[in-house]
């Protein structure tokens, strides 16, 4: 029981799903909850690919993927995407370290940060529209594992770096402390269950899955080694933003192995 009652914490924490009361909250479950992060993202996931679907039925591939898009907005409250416009203001600019975090601290959007989430917006459109005019099928099944598998590569810093900015005033101080090695195996485990399932039922599509993972693990690295260089760590707006790279990697390996394969 109380490993559901963690999954709910975090899907209550990153998507606006409503979850009981009894679930209850106490901020050490919430870093424990870490665990779970991939699972919230198979239900992104999930929920973003049967808009696709639909979609795909009534309208133009256009049309579909920015409704697919836009649910999976909607769902998160563009959690990851805040994250990725703070991230791009904060780093965009050859600043201090100490001038870097209190930019991420501005809610308001800079010239970099609007850039970046244009860009990247624009890529993952573009990409799974590429992927939906290509290969229906594979575009769903790419969507769900980006969402899954981009959820552990934050799981992973939050184990590999400290926490950057001042944990007294972090907007998420259970997500500030640095977690245990068993949260990190169950997040990494989850990803390997969902690929292995993946790879059983559709065996043609395992280049282009190791194709993913390769490339979703390199982004992962490079900004483990990015933050550290430039913040000495983490803040909650990073790991918003290497999901988002991630995932974008992601579908950008199934595009374009799909080609070749």
């Known amino acids: 029981m109380h490993q559901f ?3 709910l914490i975090a899907l209550q924490f990153f998507t606006r799903v409503p979850v009981p009361r009894w679930v209850g909250f106490q901020p050490e479950w919430l870093n424990q909850s870490a665990r779970y992060f991939p699972l919230v993202g ?3 996931g999930v929920w ?32 990851h995407e805040d ?13 201090s370290r100490e001038r870097a975090l209190e930019i991420m601290k501005d809610s308001r959007l800079g ?3 609007a850039l970046g989430l244009f860009l990247m917006l624009g890529l993952k459109a573009a990409t799974l529209l590429g992927l939906a005019d290509t290969d229906p099928s594979l575009a769903l099944w790419a969507l769900v594992w980006g969402h899954l598998a981009s959820r552990a590569a934050p799981v992973w810093l939050m184990h590999a770096l400290p926490y950057a900015g001042d944990v007294a005033h972090a907007k998420a101080k259970p997500l500030a402390t640095q977690i245990r090695r068993t949260e990190l195996v ?12 993946w790879a059983w039922l559709l065996p043609d599509d395992i280049p282009l899955l190791l194709g993913a993972i390769v490339t979703g693990t390199g982004l992962t690295l490079y900004m483990q080694s990015m933050l550290e260089r430039r913040l000495g ?21 199934f595009l374009g192995l799909g080609a070749v394969f």
Do not use: H, K
């Open 5 to 7: 009652r963690l999954f």
């Open 42 to 44: 198979a239900a992104v």
């Open 48 to 79: 973003s690919a049967a808009v696709l679907w639909v979609a795909l039925l009534v309208f133009p591939a256009t049309v579909a993927v920015v409704l697919a898009m836009g649910a999976s907005i909607w769902l998160t409250g563009g959690f």
């Open 83 to 95: 994250g990725l416009a703070d991230t791009c203001d904060g780093l965009g600019g050859a600043v």
């Open 111 to 113: 010239s970099y940060g």
């Open 186 to 197: 169950v997040s990494l485990g989850l990803v390997v269950l969902a690929s292995g399932v």
């Open 233 to 253: 760590g983490y803040t909650g707006d990073n790991l918003g933003a290497t999901q988002q790279v991630v995932e974008v990697g992601a579908l950008l390996a």
